[in-house]
């Protein structure tokens, strides 16, 4: 990785011009650190043929600060969104303590990178050695699951040669809820139906120190109702199968802000879903958890791309489906732009994107707004790519290479600075607009 930085003035004595834009830092003992300005600034030094990943630590720093102090209980970090071991390392000198991970290997650098932190293991599905290597090997005592045959599995794997079984073990149920109200769906692959949970919210209390209920409201939750809904589902549950429950897991949801698609403040959030679980029927010692990815890093990156051709509307660029901008293809999030030429003075349009590939798959429908008159040769900044943008890429087709550089200015959209605009037409936080 190469970190660099400019400041907006070059020191007195610096001979030549990328001198003039760059300064050393000396961090974290031998380390030099550079950070550039913006993006801008990157594009006048480097002129870059391949995209370049650009970093924003006291973005990520300041989205930690403020889930670690208004949340009200834990916060795991969704290691999936962005795997990135210095990001984990600013999570974590921030205020995070806890993690998410969904893989074994997802535990290995977790655990490799902070060895103090507390891992859970929250993919309901997992191979029994896996289980066993996250248990004996790297201390992970919590584990989630939707039914019987992994329960089995869990009590299995951690069982000590032996024979004696592991009292130690903090095991969530994830329960099926609607994704109604978040952008992307998580309702149809993990989850056990509320109509089925009682028998196995029974037996796993006999095999866990702390049973727990999970649920995961989708991604991109646009409203704090969906956690309501969730919590009312929570509710039966708990009185079906008459068990004491330990930990109640919200799971993630928190949305970022992108274009049309603009959330309440997070206060609201959670606001509504500690009212609603102070109400449950639960242990008087019982923890409030929630699993944020995207809302912990999407402002942490942005990347920068080249447009290598235009045909009317279309922008050829060097980053596309099989790169960082997988989620732009897929499911066509609209992420923010902003043209990085000084020169380009005609009014917003509406552009569509194909990547480098040679598959027709590689296109990005938007629109994205950016001037009219746009060439190949410009350059383009894409916003909030800090969740699923370098988690997601690929070498297909021989592209992927991705420069990250670190930058000092801000995000595209922020919900943290507390500056933004309030979107709500009312004080309503349950409103469902």
Known sequence: MRLICAPSAAPRGLPNRKAALCVKLTVWGSLELHIY???????????????????????????????AQKFPGKSLYAVKANPSPDLVRILWDSGVTHYDVASIAEVR???????EATLCFM????????????????????????????????????????GTQADDLNLLVRLRVSSDYSELSLASKFGIDLADAAPLLQATRQH?????????VGSQAMTPFAYVQALERVRAAIAEAAVTVDIVDVGGGFPSSYPGMEPPPLEDYFGIIHRHFENLPIS???ELWCEPGRALCAEYSSLIVKVEKRRGDELYINDGAY???????????????????????????????????????????????LPADIQAGDYIEVGMLGAYGAAMKTAFNGFGAAECINVANEPMASLY????PDPRESDNVVSLR
Request: aromatic content about 10%; hydrophobic content about 45%.
């Open 208 to 216: 866990c120190d702390a049973l727990g209920i999970c649920f995961h």
């Open 37 to 67: 300005p913006n993006a801008s600034a990157v594009v006048r030094d480097l002129s870059p043929d391949e995209p370049v990943i650009l970093n924003r630590p006291h973005a990520a720093a300041r989205a930690a600060r403020f889930f």
């Open 284 to 286: 008087y010692s019982a």
């Open 123 to 162: 993919h309901p599905v997992k191979t029994k050695r896996a289980i066993a290597e996250a248990y004996h090997q790297h201390g992970v005592t919590t584990f989630s699951l939707d039914t019987m045959e992994e329960l089995e599995k869990i009590v299995e794997a951690t069982t000590a040669d032996d």
């Open 417 to 420: 600075r507390g500056d933004r």
């Open 109 to 115: 650098m977790v655990r490799s990178v902070l060895p």
């Open 323 to 369: 790169g960082a901008l997988f989620d732009a293809a897929h499911v066509a999030w609209r992420f923010p732009v902003e043209a990085l030429e000084d020169d380009l003075t005609e009014a917003l349009e509406e552009f569509s994107f194909y990547g480098p590939t040679c598959d027709d798959a590689d296109f990005m429908k938007g629109p994205f707004m």
